[in-house]
């Protein structure tokens, strides 16, 4: 006889043995897997040699489909990369356009030195051309201040007392006289140019001899001659050069050439007027002649010139 619990019959029994169900359920043994696993990868290899043609065809098929896939995956790092190569290459042409301007500047202020030097080279060539047409020994120097004075036309040179300046030295350059030494340093000196108020110089007419003085007017293209009569032998053109009366000046030198002569019945001397023919406003080199610093003071009896020195010791042309 069957006993079942309070509450329960046997019908009821049955069913709470039919309900209950295991909570785990066990499976292959894990030596089981791997010999399982180990038979499948001999029959797929066995499979991949004796049909190695239909796995081309499907691996061909597969990489024909994926190939546009990897190619849009592939696009945002090429055109990456191509945008970086073309700033790249835009940087290196500006660098290298920037190289070529400042070579160029380069280049051009050379040109522009060697023009310069050109230049100076020409008025070398001129200046050791006047220096073999004069008998005298000469000294070649360079400008260093101008005097920005109108009324007082000095230039200072690069050559002084120890190289043998003296006072009163006569100075020239490639064209004609341009004044002399007024004041003497160790290491350079001052000139007065023939255009000074102050200076005068004897002069003459190269065509007929005429004695005159040239004064400064205190323009640089511009002398005057004094105390010369109306009827004086003097025309437009004439050449003037140094007479070398007072001994200062070696004679023969240019000087001027006479731009203009003036008559008037009032006035008894007539009013003529020179242009230098030295380029004073464009002075760069000058030669220095090497003469005896102490020069002849006594005149030709027949000379008709007073033996006292004139401005800057030049001798003193007569009134008549």
Request: proline share 12%; charged share 20%.
């Given at each position: 006889?069957?006993?079942?619990?309070?509450?329960?019959?046997?019908?009821?029994n049955k069913r709470w043995g039919q309900a209950i169900k295991p909570l785990f359920r066990q499976g292959p043994s894990l030596t089981a897997r791997v010999i399982l696993l180990a038979l499948l990868s001999i029959v797929l290899m066995s499979l991949g040699g004796h049909r190695q043609g239909t796995l081309e065809s499907v691996r061909y098929t597969l990489s024909a489909v994926v190939?546009?896939?990897?190619?849009?995956?592939?696009?945002?790092?090429?055109?990456?990369?191509?945008?970086?190569?073309?700033?790249s290459g835009r940087q290196q042409l500006l660098a290298k356009n920037e190289r070529l301007r400042a070579q160029r500047l380069l280049n051009e202020a050379r040109l522009q030195k060697l023009d310069a030097l050109e230049q100076e080279n020409i008025r070398l060539?001129?200046?050791?051309?006047?220096?073999?047409?004069?008998?005298?020994?000469?000294?070649?120097?360079e400008l260093m201040r101008v005097d920005l004075d109108p009324y007082s036309h000095l230039v200072q040179i690069s050559k002084g007392a120890r190289d043998g300046v003296f006072r009163g030295q006569p100075v020239l350059d490639a064209n004609g006289v341009i004044g002399q030494v007024d004041k003497v340093g160790p290491?350079?000196?001052?000139?007065?140019?023939?255009?000074d108020p102050s200076h005068a110089i004897p002069v003459r007419v190269n065509r007929n001899g005429v004695r005159a003085v040239a004064v400064g007017t205190g323009h640089l293209h511009e002398l005057k001659l004094i105390n010369?009569?109306?009827?004086?032998?003097?025309?437009?053109?004439?050449?003037?050069?140094?007479?070398?009366?007072?001994?200062?000046?070696?004679?023969?030198?240019p000087v001027a050439r006479v731009a203009s002569v003036t008559t008037d019945p009032g006035p008894a001397f007539a009013r003529v007027e020179a242009r230098p023919t030295a380029a004073l406003d464009r002075l760069q080199e000058v030669l220095l002649?090497?003469?005896?610093?102490?020069?002849?003071r006594l005149a030709d009896p027949g000379s008709g010139t007073d033996?006292?020195?004139?401005?800057?010791?030049?001798?003193?042309?007569?009134?008549?």
């Open positions: 006889m069957t006993i079942s619990p309070p509450g329960c019959s046997v019908n009821g190939y546009p896939i990897r190619v849009v995956a592939e696009l945002p790092f090429e055109l990456g990369d191509l945008i970086s190569r073309r700033l060539r001129e200046l050791l051309g006047s220096s073999q047409e004069v008998d005298e020994p000469v000294l070649i120097a290491f350079s000196a001052v000139v007065r140019l023939i255009t010369l009569p109306n009827n004086t032998d003097i025309r437009p053109g004439d050449l003037l050069i140094t007479s070398g009366l007072g001994g200062r000046f070696p004679p023969g030198y002649v090497k003469r005896d610093q102490r020069p002849a033996p006292r020195p004139g401005k800057h010791g030049e001798a003193k042309q007569p009134g008549s």
